[in-house]
């Protein structure tokens, strides 16, 4: 979450700086023992795969504390006898209790290590029932720093909500903390005060009245859900709703704000429909019918949690009522409300295995606004605001992290993100095709975990042409490519320069007026004819490449 709105308000914020030049130096990170517990597969994790998570909790708005029980149900994979379940500081694991006897639990920063006592026979289903509580850590500036954020509305009740990708689900709840294994269900079960309502993922099944004056909201996850996408948020909300039709049948949706704001989000939130009109035409039916779509209040500026996705852009069009791309179509729509709901389909359907591949999450994401724009206001409208999206590219560092230490790649992995798949879509030029080829990933990846690995194999076969010196230019390397040419008489010599060994990409250009199509392969000059009488050449800037006339 931090990552993603460091880039955001950067773009905000420094719209037209300059990029930096690929000599600007890069500062190699270093990585921890922790890290490497949080970010990999480790032994201790791969022997078991989750099955459902049964989360109960007690959320106590007067001191900031959380109390509760996850039983962990999961299928033996392999002969093991020692679990890693993920819980931060200053949160505490209490106890693990399995066939009704306590386990010994051996702490390591914020992996924590169960030795079993029954044996793990591969094939069986087992539980383990993991009581925790203490005071999570503090969002101290949300959603940049993961966590809880305890606020209070204007009429002076608590006003709660959890937001926590990068830094890990496992600061307020304890979970197996890595993204390639997901639970298959979930029930969601958080205690509030009598006058408070939680909203969480899923379906709300239904509501105890306790005898202490507290409720209890029981909420039913019935597809797989990542870490990051559970969460709690708690206030004195309203309920409104409606039902849309959908390539699935009917899908209902929920909307829970505050009392104050019923009737601006009755007047914002009709962009949902849009939204579920546009993204089902480009990336197939909304994944989750099963679990319903909310759109909640919080006091950050929100999130994409699965069926339950978080809103705080103040009820006003563009990125808190700015346009990142500068050219007036980010004012068309609210950005949170499509950008956060645009990832129902990739990061909540298609999810990335390791945070390394983030890019799967955010550059599909900030390429569905643009298609959003273009659904409702043309192609060309769609075009300009990607395009206009580019001067927030740094190009700093590659887009992928390092792999299996729980480390993101560059902010690039938004704005340079949807400019690659933007420029892929003119290799591709045949639009129909194009929309097949997004539909067809949500299909074929429905409700799975994936690497990078997978999605370049499945977008070379479906696009006809190995991509992989594509993918290696844009996602892991920083330069922007460059076509080189020359003006000899009637023969135009070109060929790419500022670019990775072999860099395939036909480029469509436009010369003396007309349009045509030039096939340079890496650094070796090619030629052809000139049917016009031309000095030079013009890129079409769909392509996000540059151009150079050489002597």
């Known amino acids: 979450m931090h990552n993603r709105f460091q880039i955001l308000m950067a773009l905000a914020c420094f719209l037209g700086l300059m990029s930096p030049s690929v000599s600007q130096a890069q500062t190699t990170p270093t990585f921890t023992r922790q890290d490497t517990l949080r970010g990999s597969i480790t032994p201790e994790r791969a022997w078991w795969d989750l099955v459902h998570y049964d989360l109960s909790m007690k959320v106590n708005p007067q001191d900031s504390s959380m109390q509760g029980v996850n039983r962990v149900r999961y299928k033996v994979l392999k002969a093991n006898q020692v679990m890693q379940i993920d819980l931060q500081p200053p949160m505490r694991i209490e106890q693990v209790v399995q066939n009704g006897k306590k386990l010994t639990v051996k702490q390591d920063g914020n992996a924590w290590f169960i030795q079993l006592a029954a044996k793990q026979v591969p094939g069986k289903l087992n539980t383990v029932e993991v009581t925790y509580g203490g005071k999570p850590q503090v969002s101290t500036n949300p959603p940049w720093s993961g966590g809880v954020t305890w606020k209070k509305d204007s009429n002076g009740n608590p006003f709660i909500a959890t937001s926590c990708q990068g830094d890990g689900a496992s600061l307020w709840w304890p979970c197996k903390d890595h993204m390639y294994d997901e639970p298959d269900s979930m029930m969601i079960r958080v205690t509030v005060p009598q006058n408070l309502t939680d909203v969480s993922n899923g379906r709300l099944r239904k509501v105890d009245q306790n005898s202490d004056g507290t409720k209890t909201f029981h909420w039913a996850v019935t597809n797989p859900i990542n870490n990051y996408g559970v969460n709690v948020?708690?206030?004195?909300?309203?309920?409104?709703?409606?039902?849309y039709a959908g390539e699935k049948g009917k899908l209902d949706c929920n909307y829970y704000v505050l009392r104050e704001n019923l009737e601006k989000a009755k007047e914002q939130f009709k962009q949902v429909p849009q939204m579920l009109k546009a993204f089902e035409h480009w990336f197939g039916p909304y994944p989750f019918y099963e679990d319903s779509y909310k759109l909640v209040e919080v006091p950050y500026l929100g999130m994409e949690h699965q069926s339950s996705v978080t809103y705080g852009n103040k009820y006003q069009n563009g990125y808190l009522g700015r346009d990142l791309s500068g050219t007036g179509w980010g004012l068309k729509f609210d950005f949170i409300i499509i950008h956060e709901s645009g990832h129902e389909w990739f990061a909540n359907n298609i999810t990335y295995k390791d945070v390394a591949d983030m890019w799967i999450h955010e550059s599909f994401t900030n390429y569905s606004e643009n298609l959003f724009v273009e659904f409702f206001h043309g192609k060309k409208a769609?075009?300009?605001?990607?395009?206009?999206?580019?001067?927030?590219?740094?190009?700093?560092?590659?887009?992928?992290?390092?792999?299996?230490?729980?480390?993101?790649?560059?902010?690039?992995?938004?704005?340079?993100?949807g400019n690659m798949l933007h420029t892929l879509r003119q290799v591709v030029n045949d639009d129909e095709k194009w929309r097949k080829i997004l539909r067809g990933l949500n299909k074929d990846f429905y409700h799975q975990t994936v690497t990078t690995q997978q999605i370049e194999k499945y977008l070379s076969k479906q696009v006809g042409r190995d991509l992989t010196p594509f993918f290696n230019q844009y996602l892991r390397d920083i330069r922007i490519p460059v076509l080189e040419y020359k003006v000899e008489g009637n023969t135009l010599s070109y060929r790419w320069n500022n670019a990775v060994t072999g860099f395939d990409l036909p480029v469509r250009v436009s010369v003396a007026g007309k349009e045509m199509w030039l096939n340079p392969i890496g650094e070796t000059w090619k030629k052809a004819p000139l049917t016009a009488s031309a000095q030079d050449i013009e890129v079409d800037p769909n392509f996000y490449v540059t151009q150079k006339k050489v002597q």
């Open 382 to 417: 769609g075009s300009e605001y990607v395009i206009g999206t580019r001067r927030g590219i740094r190009n700093d560092k590659p887009i992928i992290g390092k792999y299996g230490v729980n480390n993101s790649g560059s902010g690039d992995m938004y704005p340079k993100g």
């Open 233 to 243: 948020n708690i206030g004195d909300y309203v309920n409104f709703s409606e039902t």
